[in-house]
């Protein structure tokens, strides 16, 4: 059997589209509720976030060429399988609109800031409707090319940075303040959740998964912690913890100082460049995921495509209900969003886990 999506594939996307988070949100978050030690917290998140790679991975070996919903409907029967995928769908709508909301905040406040929020939008549903009917597929070869970049790019900013670190910006950590690093965490552990939609695309893998493709989430998960810190370090240690907590893109600041041998000093524009691709990308899956909800939701055999003009209107209009500012896209996420994802990507996938180990004896019978 072909296979139509690899976990290569999704290594590469999950990081993508989490670069975007990890620049915008993380760093403010962390500072405001850690503090000067808050960029320790994304070394506690590898509790979280490595357990929960070990369940999907139980999940994929388990049930082979099954999805995220046909995996519930062995697990849970098709009744309580289509509540959970109902309730799926409204966090992924929440999920989309949020990244909607806050993709025509940063163009306002790197590029435009003039240009009205409606203009970012319109713009983005059109080329995200044309890049899906290039198939899926192109959407995951692209985050496979350009990734690379990336990771590049950052690598010379750390490099090119490196001296203009502050180290009382950094120092001292007091033990007293390590629990509020392992709390504030939950910024990083809901991030690293992106990594769930590998049991969405289960049923693209193929029937068999060797070792070799499950290193892939393994170094994927390794990666992402790596970046979340190096560039919490980097942003506390130039920026500070107090001028961090009060912006909404604290790196796009903190780049604004670096430059390379003195020849090249315009990285801010390439950050938010890249922001902006991870956005981009990111609002392409979700808007999948949406479709994929949708249809085992109501049992449609061919593609929802004829969905998406309903829904960027539903989007549209939600994005003036949730946030319309940067203040109140902050409280929505620090306060709603972090909480479902956390209820979404680990409380419920964690429960199907547990009942996959209670069962394991039958469901190896019934293969």
């Not at 959740?193 to 590998?198: D, E, L, T």
């Not at 972090?338 to 547990?354: D, E, G, R, T």
């Amino acid at each position: 059997m072909n296979r139509e999506v690899s976990l290569r594939q999704i290594t590469f996307m999950f990081l993508f589209i989490s670069v975007s988070t990890i620049l915008r949100q993380v760093p403010t978050a962390l500072a405001q509720e850690a503090g000067r030690s808050g960029y320790l917290s994304p070394l506690w998140s590898i509790f979280a976030t490595i357990p929960l790679t070990a369940i999907i991975i139980l999940l994929i070996r388990s049930f082979p060429g099954l999805n995220l919903y046909e995996i519930m409907v062995q697990l849970f029967g098709k009744f309580i399988s289509k509540i959970l995928v109902l309730a799926y769908l409204l966090w992924i709508l929440l999920a989309l609109t949020a990244k909607v909301s806050i993709y025509s905040m940063t163009m306002q406040f790197t590029l435009m800031p003039k240009t009205s929020s409606e203009f970012f939008m319109v713009i983005l549903f059109i080329i995200v409707f044309y890049a899906l009917l290039h198939g899926m597929k192109t959407i995951f070869r692209f985050s496979e090319l350009t990734l690379g970049t990336v990771l590049i790019l950052f690598a010379i900013l750390f490099l090119c940075a490196f001296t203009r670190i502050r180290s009382d910006y950094l120092y001292p950590v007091s033990t007293i303040h390590l629990p509020e690093t392992i709390v504030a965490s939950r910024n990083v552990i809901t991030v690293g959740g992106n990594i769930i939609i590998a049991l969405f695309f289960a049923d693209k893998f193929g029937i068999r998964i060797t070792s070799q493709h499950i290193r892939k989430l393994w170094f994927g998960i390794l990666t992402f912690t790596i970046l979340s810190f190096v560039i919490t370090f980097f942003t506390f240690g130039i920026s500070g913890t107090s001028l961090t907590a009060d912006l909404p893109f604290p790196f796009y600041i903190t780049v604004k100082s670096i430059s390379f041998f003195n020849i090249f000093e315009r990285f801010e524009v390439l950050v938010t460049l890249i922001c902006i691709l991870s956005d981009f990308i990111a609002i392409c899956i979700f808007t999948v995921l949406f479709l994929r909800c949708f249809e085992w939701l109501f049992h449609i055999q061919e593609d929802c495509y004829f969905l998406y003009a309903p829904l960027s209107m539903i989007v549209f209009y939600l994005t003036y209900y949730i946030s319309s500012t940067q203040f109140e896209f902050r409280f929505l996420y620090q306060n709603l969003i972090v909480n479902l994802n956390l209820v979404f990507q680990y409380v419920i996938p964690l429960f199907m886990a547990f009942i996959c180990l209670i069962r394991r004896k039958k469901i190896v019978k019934q293969n």
